[in-house]
């Protein structure tokens, strides 16, 4: 059961080249809004899963890169917009990540 967590947390920290070249093609908001369709779609195909393989690609595959392109955008943008307290701004927006 903790691969699936695992496998998640791959994909959502290698897959963070992938978000970064979407993000500056096609802009921050669809990538995030792509990303939250793949999150919900992983975990709601995850609740008609029969097996723990089913759970490792719903999970941790479709999920991991939903988060992905769902978090990192939100804080990479979040530079553009803070310049004097721009620390905190990332420490507040990455402290969130844990009630996604």
Known sequence: I???V???VFVWTFTAPLSTILSNRFGHRPVVMVGGLLVSAGMI???FARNIIEMYITIGLVSGLG???SFL???TILSQY???KRSLVTAVASTGECFA
């Open 6 to 8: 695992s496998i998640c």
């Open 67 to 69: 988060y992905c392109l």
């Open 45 to 47: 195909t995850a609740s």
């Open 2 to 4: 903790s691969w699936i």
């Open 73 to 75: 955008p939100t804080v």
């Open 82 to 84: 803070f310049d004097k």
